[in-house]
């Protein structure tokens, strides 16, 4: 079934490699019978090169590769009345003067959550027995200790740097084990909190108390590097720290002294800064340094759930009932 005469026209633009995990057949044809294409998907490069395009657009959709919503793309786009991201972040395509239109924009943030939450999970549970710091000592030694100390996830503590989407979902998945979870948040509420079942506490008590120490806070200038040595020392034995949010988060300089100088701690960086590290980085040759390249994020068949929302929010939009997932420009300069 064609989407009605009147329905409203849409163009996709994003990267052609993840277009078709993001949004697959199946959420395409269900678009379809909803708003009529304005003409075959595109990459960024291929709208820059034919602009004109965008004239009788009224809903962009797009994901990884989005194209900037400056001035000039604005200007050539006076129908469009909403923008679809089948992505996490919407910082590095918005401008002022996008926000200035007043124009609504979805972030499938929430659909990212998910994996993000689940790998932040499985390695907080590894992090509580200190699997990776044993599993070093095992195979240096060659020897399995007797009756090793380790928090386990009994009456432990787990730290969230964060009570964004991914931060809160991490927190619901905790509240089904015996721990306590401790949270920093400048913005959050108490309300936020109570309804997270977390604590709020000050970072250096995040740090200096918890046996697992998750970050899920956005780039800002005011975190930029706000992870460094002072806080990373005050650590105790056998910490781990978990990193799914951005490399720049921590001061990796700093990071990879007191790793070295604290063989007990065990850092998971699923992101660093830049991405890869540099070919010498210490963060290749450090023991306690689990690298992985952005695996918590959403791979594969898991991409499928982002194109699914922004499906889920375009029938909501063409049925004139109120979005869930579009961003509160009030909120956009503290989001990831």
């Known amino acids: 079934m064609n989407a009605p005469v009147d329905a409203p026209t849409a163009l996709l633009v994003m990267e052609e490699e993840r277009r078709a995990d993001v949004y697959p057949p199946d959420v395409l044809a269900e678009i379809g019978r909803l708003v009529r294409w304005q003409g075959p998907p595109r990459t960024r490069e291929e709208l820059a090169a034919d602009p004109a395009v965008l004239a009788g657009v009224d809903l962009l959709l797009t994901g990884w590769g989005a ?108 509240a089904r084990f015996d721990v306590e979870v401790l949270a920093t948040d400048p913005i959050a509420s108490a309300e936020t909190a109570r309804r997270a079942g977390v604590r709020l506490v000050p970072i250096e008590a995040l740090f200096a108390t918890c046996h697992v120490v998750s970050l899920h806070a956005p780039l800002l200038p005011q975190t930029r590097g706000s992870i460094g040595a002072r806080l990373l020392t005050s650590m105790g034995p056998g910490t781990t720290l978990i990193n799914t949010a951005r490399g720049a988060l921590i001061d990796e300089a700093a990071a990879a002294q007191v790793l070295h100088a604290r063989p007990d701690l065990t850092a998971v960086l699923d992101v660093t800064h830049p991405e890869p590290p540099a070919a010498d980085s210490p963060l290749f040759t450090l023991p306690n340094v689990v690298l992985t390249p952005h695996l918590g994020g959403a791979m594969g068949a898991e991409r499928h759930r982002l194109g699914q929302l922004v499906l889920d929010e375009l029938r909501r939009l063409t049925q004139h009932q109120p979005l869930e997932h579009a961003i509160d420009p009030a909120h956009a300069a503290s989001l990831a």
Do not use: C
């Open 67 to 174: 194209p900037v919503l400056d001035d000039a793309l604005l200007t050539r786009a006076p129908r469009l009345r909403a923008v679809l991201v089948a992505a996490g972040s919407v910082r590095h395509l918005t401008t002022p003067a996008f926000w200035d239109r007043d124009i609504p924009i979805v972030s499938a943030a929430a659909a990212n959550a998910v994996p993000v939450a689940e790998f932040t999970l499985a390695h907080v549970l590894l992090g509580l027995k200190q699997a990776h710091r044993i599993a070093r000592e095992v195979a240096q030694s060659r020897r399995f200790p007797t009756d090793p100390a380790v928090p386990g996830a009994y009456r432990s503590r787990v730290g969230l740097l964060g009570l964004g989407h991914i931060g809160r979902l991490v927190a619901a998945h905790l």
